[in-house]
């Protein structure tokens, strides 16, 4: 099933239409973005897109695509694929190593990414993003797929001037400037991917493709992401987890490549979709 935020409505998307979800329940389930990644409720969405007219799937303009959660908190994890480690020269973690990204930084798809004046060391990292569907502690990787409403695309815009700045390197801010953390266009449950330990991503700016990566090459896979983040706090609805992005940001390229006013970033999960984000001055 694919779901989406369409002009701030949930809706359930087929193809190149979509499907009201508040008025396909005839009021029973409340427009708010959070039923969405309502595990809960997934079942129910499933039947009302079964039972619905072809008249009630409307089609839809992508651009009014919105962010397809608004979560408590958001966690990224950094150096999660071999590769990004290996260029970054440094050691194949032994545990996960996680930041926070603030919720107000999270945006949609097609939303602009503002770097702010006088900002020259701004950075792209393509990701897929796990969307959390139920409150959840202590999970066990082989329980963690089943706390999991869907996947989509992200990106973890990062502030490299700020994050190195001395004497203490640090994560968490330079991550989470307002717009930079666009997700979506889509919330794909698990239920459409072959397997969901196996995702493609990639990323592009302008028209290079700068990154490109599986899941299946994760240091730490979703599950064991889940269990060990979940032994520390306590999971709820429309959490994010950002798993990681491929070698190729901008900070190991040779030239190095940020992200200024007028370039596009585009970011794409195979079974997604693709997220279009233009990068403007602030």
């Known amino acids: 099933m694919k779901l989406a935020n369409l002009a701030g409505r949930p809706v359930v998307v ?50 009014d695509l919105g962010r397809v959660s608004r979560p408590y908190k958001a966690i990224g994890v950094a150096l999660n694929y071999r590769e990004h480690a290996e260029e970054s020269n440094l050691p194949i973690p032994d545990e996960p190593s996680v930041f926070a990204k603030f919720a107000t930084s999270v945006i949609g798809p097609y939303d602009s990414v503002v770097v702010p004046a006088g900002y020259d060391k701004v950075d792209f990292e393509a990701e897929v993003v796990v969307v959390i569907g139920r409150t959840g502690k202590d999970i066990s990787e082989a329980d963690a797929w089943s706390y ?38 889509f919330l794909v449950t698990l239920d459409e991917f072959d397997d969901p330990d196996d995702i493609e991503v990639a990323g592009w700016v302008d028209d290079l493709e700068v990154q490109r990566g599986r899941t299946s090459d994760l240091i730490f896979s979703v599950p064991q992401l889940i269990a ?24 190991r390229r040779t030239p190095r490549l940020y992200l200024d006013e007028g370039k596009v970033l585009r970011t794409e999960v195979t079974g997604v979709g693709t997220m279009v984000n233009p990068v403007i001055a602030g």
């Open 14 to 63: 087929r193809e190149d239409r979509a499907l009201d979800i508040a008025t396909a329940s005839k009021g029973a389930i409340e427009p708010r973005l959070d039923v969405l990644s309502d595990l809960s409720l997934h079942d129910e969405l499933r039947t009302l897109a079964e039972r619905a007219a072809e008249a009630d799937w409307q089609v839809f303009e992508p651009r």
């Open 148 to 185: 999991v409403a869907g996947v989509t695309a992200g990106q973890d815009i990062s502030d490299r001037k700020e994050q190195w700045r001395k004497p203490i390197n640090q994560f968490t801010l330079p991550k989470s400037y307002d717009t930079f953390s666009p997700i979506g266009p």
């Open 228 to 251: 060990w983040l979940s032994k520390r706090v306590t999971f709820e609805p429309g959490d994010l987890i950002f798993t990681g992005t491929p070698a190729g940001c901008g900070v």
